[in-house]
């Protein structure tokens, strides 16, 4: 006598579910790999994991675009770039690009995080300026260092021991220029994207 209710009762409130309650694509393949694993389909369960691995490193991406800066005055940008790198190239990890144009003149913002050859590699010489001598020179900028590579024309910098932040322009991209859009990079946004 009560199922009527129950059943009335439950549609209602399956169609009222917000839109955060519904499983999104990530969910649905770490369950896909719960469910293999508990099955012992170790082949099945692997993929799963694989696939929400990239879909996660994927949206990691994404959110690192906002980092990158609006056109300076003067200069117009291309779309923002992402790429998810897979392990197995370089220890994987996530790539965000944005190229900005004048004349025959262009700069390129880059953001590479989640890389073990980046943190564990190259990330203690840069956060410590080890690097320098040569075509590398160790600046200053807002407080921060920065190693700056003549032979390429760019700035590289570690933020927050976890983004690889480099500012490149071409060659006749004056150093004026690729210090300011080094200042907009809005590395305030590092703290909150992990």
Not at 10 to 39: G, I, M, N, T
């Amino acid at each position: 006598m009560h199922r009527p209710w129950l059943i009335l009762s439950a549609c209602f409130l399956s169609a009222s579910v917000s839109p955060l309650a519904k499983a999104d694509d990530v969910l649905d393949e770490l369950d896909r790999a719960r469910h293999a694993y508990e099955r012992q389909d170790f082949t099945a369960a692997a993929d799963a994991a694989d696939t929400a691995t990239k879909l996660i490193r994927q949206a990691q991406a994404e959110a690192w675009k906002v980092m990158l800066p609006d056109p300076m005055p003067g200069w117009t940008g291309d779309e923002a770039q992402s790429n998810s790198i897979a392990p197995l190239f370089f220890g994987g990890g996530t790539s965000t690009s944005r190229v900005y144009r004048k004349g025959a003149d262009t700069v390129e913002i880059s953001i590479i995080t989640s890389s073990p050859l980046i943190l564990q590699g190259l990330a203690p010489f840069l956060s410590n300026g080890l690097i320098s001598g040569g075509e590398a020179k160790l600046v200053i900028i807002d407080g921060r260092k920065v190693t700056y590579v003549k032979g390429d024309n760019s700035f590289n910098m570690m933020v927050a021991d976890k983004a690889l932040v480099r500012v490149k322009g071409s060659s006749a991209v004056a150093d004026e220029t690729l210090r300011s859009y080094l200042h907009a990079v809005r590395m305030s946004v590092v703290d909150r994207v992990r």
